[in-house]
């Protein structure tokens, strides 16, 4: 009963709830972060939406093992990646992008960049094999975890 409510905890962070009005850098932080992925769509084989994600990572864990844990996959089973080469696709115009790409290549330089002055020790976990669940995360302030998630589909 507990992991299902962890994994709620998780699921559910879209609609995030502040979490203290003590903690007002953080709530401001996460409503910044829900403005600049408003409309942003990851793309893969799939069109999928990025939404913001917070949570406190328990004092005995790490990232790695939290998602691994929260999503049913086994510890080490989730693939680290560097930020770089995340947005590096994501970011880079091409000359045949239309206004659409156009814009959506700067909105994801613009949330790279948003992350990168919020947050430290950022990187890109991947946690599955065909539909992999991505999340770009990085510590806000000690064990609260900020930033995004979305999925791609990989076959």
């Not at 989730?78 to 700067?106: C, P, Q, Y």
């Not at 094999?129 to 999925?151: Q, R």
Request: charged share 30%.
């Amino acid at each position: 009963m507990a992991k299902r409510a962890k994994k709620n905890h998780l699921e559910n962070q879209g609609s995030y709830k502040p979490i203290a009005a003590k903690n007002f850098e953080l709530n401001s932080f996460i409503k910044d972060l829900r403005e600049k992925v408003a409309d942003l769509i990851y793309i893969s084989e799939t069109d999928a939406p990025i939404e913001p994600v917070f949570f406190v990572l328990p004092d005995d864990n790490s990232i790695e093992n939290f998602l691994a844990n929260e999503s049913g996959s086994a510890i080490g089973s989730v693939d680290i990646r560097n930020v770089e080469t995340f947005f590096g696709r994501l970011t880079s115009e091409k000359e045949w992008f239309r206004e659409e790409e156009s814009k959506r290549a700067k909105q994801f330089a613009e949330l790279q960049k948003f992350l990168e002055q919020n947050l430290y020790k950022i990187r890109v976990y991947r946690v599955g094999k065909v539909k992999i669940d991505i999340y770009v995360l990085g510590v806000f302030t000690d064990s609260e975890i900020c930033g995004i998630k979305t999925f791609a589909v990989e076959t």
